[in-house]
């Protein structure tokens, strides 16, 4: 019974009102999202709205992050529109429920491999994602969701505006929705100002009756969000190599999509609150949901940052308001789909506009001049890679990867040497910075090997050899210095180098003075 209580935080101090009530909103905001996310691929409103309830639920129970909600995202969805083309070039005659079966195994597997992830500890290298690329992302991100929402002021499928009083009741009612998001805290906080915003404009339009665009209105013609509880779906396809081979990529990216896309989102989540949630838990939860999500007839999905940034605005800290999200958001499809599609676009149009206004990092602009030129860029980068291609994964990676070559480039050109010759004629090279595979050759150039005398020493004490590449210069300097009879001592060598020494000791033999503060045994290496 403790763990169950544990589970769901009643340990904790757990505010009811302020938990289910931001649940209910963000119930709400699920509805629009995971239908326009189903329809990108070209799957029913259901299909979307299936795996929003199921990510919801099982991550907030099971989440290494209280407050952060999951659902069916784009970023998910534009994988599945590679997976249907790859299937129709190799299966032509293939049909769409033939597809939803590919589409249902393909989360299953993806699911399996975060399991994995979260079970071999990966999450952890999240760490590895530096501040530029974090403030890049959220950026980017940002943008994404502010730019996604104008395609409700045109005539749908069609680049024309809506006609004049349309443009404008929409337009009105989005700043409507906006004004009383931002200054109803500044009365009260007794309620979330997304819910009455949510309610008070879609109060409007029914009352009302004002013409403009509602749920309904952005599905396909004979669509509905109406169901059951979830089904269970089988996949019923091959169980064959080849099926295998047209699955497994698309699922490990979906699998990658969506835990860099969710521990992002909970680095994020754990900033605004101050705590810190548990990457590898969130990795196990996330292929929990989503192998539970294709058996449930759901497209799969991840962490949504928009929703989670609603709830925690909100005040929600606990798993109670995704579960409330969940729940709620499975009882309009069984119960409430009339209602729910009568919503006014505009309501949601303008929460979702807040949510991007919130989420840009606007203080990033005030780093320009004080972060590094190098940072600066790399912000800026996955910034336009996230908010032109809509791929965070290839945004955050490339934006790491970037940022590893400029800090090596960086640490490359700090390497130097000062020289000097004892009494007896010994010269000491000692080396400042890194010995790294980015300045080997740096370092190589520091030294004069055909005038110097007969014996020199290379002092480490302000260096360290970091890389096997270093090794490999250490070794190919003292054996230009062998084949000119001339001997070469190491000093003051730590013991992480001195370990990279004796693993290749077959590969450089050299001697290491005897060092107090590293007691290393003298001529260890002959």
């Known amino acids: 019974m403790k763990k169950l209580l544990n589970l769901f935080d009643f340990k904790q101090k757990v505010d009811y009102k302020t938990e289910i009530l931001s649940g209910l909103t963000v119930a709400l905001a699920l509805v629009p999202e995971a239908i326009a996310f189903a329809l990108i691929p070209g799957f029913s409103p259901l299909t979307g709205l299936y795996a929003a309830f199921v990510l919801a639920l099982i991550t907030a129970i099971f989440g290494g992050r209280p407050g952060m909600i999951s659902g069916a995202t784009g970023a998910v969805a534009v994988v599945f529109i590679g997976l249907i083309l790859e299937l129709k070039e190799n299966i032509p005659d293939i049909t769409p429920a033939t597809i939803l ?275 600066v860029i790399v912000m800026v980068l996955v910034t336009l890679i996230t908010a032109i291609t809509h791929n965070l994964a290839v945004a955050v990676l490339l934006g790491v990867i970037i940022s590893a070559l400029m800090y090596s480039w960086e640490n490359a050109k700090r390497i130097r040497a000062r020289k000097s010759v004892d009494e007896n004629g010994v010269k000491t090279y000692e080396i400042y910075g890194p010995l790294f595979f980015g300045s080997t050759t740096a370092f190589t150039e520091k030294f004069d090997v055909p005038n110097d005398p007969e014996e020199v020493i290379i002092d480490f004490k302000e260096s360290r050899v970091a890389d096997m590449s270093g090794i490999e210069a250490l070794n190919k300097l003292t054996e230009r210095y062998r084949k000119i009879n001339k001997k070469v001592h190491l000093k003051h060598l730590s013991k992480d180098c001195l370990k990279l020494l004796e693993n290749a000791d077959a590969i450089i033999d050299v001697n290491v003075l005897e060092d107090p503060t590293y007691k290393v045994v003298a001529d260890r290496f002959e």
């Not at 008070?200 to 009302?208: E, Q, R």
């Not at 669509?223 to 979830?230: A, E, M, R, S, V």
């Not at 308001?321 to 789909?337: D, E, H, Q, R, Y």
């Not at 606007?362 to 780093?367: D, E, G, M, Q, V």
Request: aromatic share 10%.
């Open 101 to 375: 079966n590919y589409v249902f195994a393909t989360v299953i597997v993806a699911g399996i491999l975060q399991i994995l992830a979260g079970v071999l500890r990966l999450g952890k290298f999240i760490r590895l994602v530096p501040h530029p690329v974090m403030f890049g992302f959220v950026n980017g991100l940002a943008i994404i969701i502010f730019m996604a929402q104008f395609p409700n002021f045109y005539v749908k499928d069609t680049t024309d505006l809506l006609p004049w009083p349309s443009f404008f009741s929409m337009l009105g009612l989005t700043l409507l929705t906006m004004l009383i998001i931002w200054g109803l805290p500044k009365l009260t906080k007794a309620v979330p100002s997304t819910l009455v915003a949510i309610l008070i404009v879609s109060a409007l339009v029914i009352g009302f009756n004002i013409d403009t665009l509602t749920v309904a209105g952005i599905m396909k013609e004979g669509q509905t969000i109406k169901g059951g509880f979830p089904p269970l779906s089988i996949p019923n396809i091959p169980i064959t190599f080849e099926s295998f081979k047209i699955i497994f990529p698309f699922a490990a990216i979906v699998a990658g999509v969506g835990l860099i896309e969710s521990l992002l989102t909970l680095n994020i989540i754990d900033e605004i609150t101050d705590t810190r949630g548990s990457g590898n838990k969130e990795c196990v939860a996330q292929g929990s949901a989503n192998i539970l999500s294709g058996f449930l007839s759901g497209m799969g999905g991840c962490a949504m940052i928009g929703q989670s940034l609603i709830n925690t605005s909100s005040g929600a800290r606990a798993r109670l308001s995704g579960i409330t999200a969940a729940v709620m958001l499975l009882v309009f499809i069984m119960f409430g789909s009339s209602l729910i599609e009568r919503l006014p676009m505009a309501a949601l149009v303008g929460l979702m506009f807040m949510v991007a206004i919130g989420t840009f990092e606007w203080a990033s602009f005030k780093t320009f001049k004080k972060m590094p030129n190098s940072d």
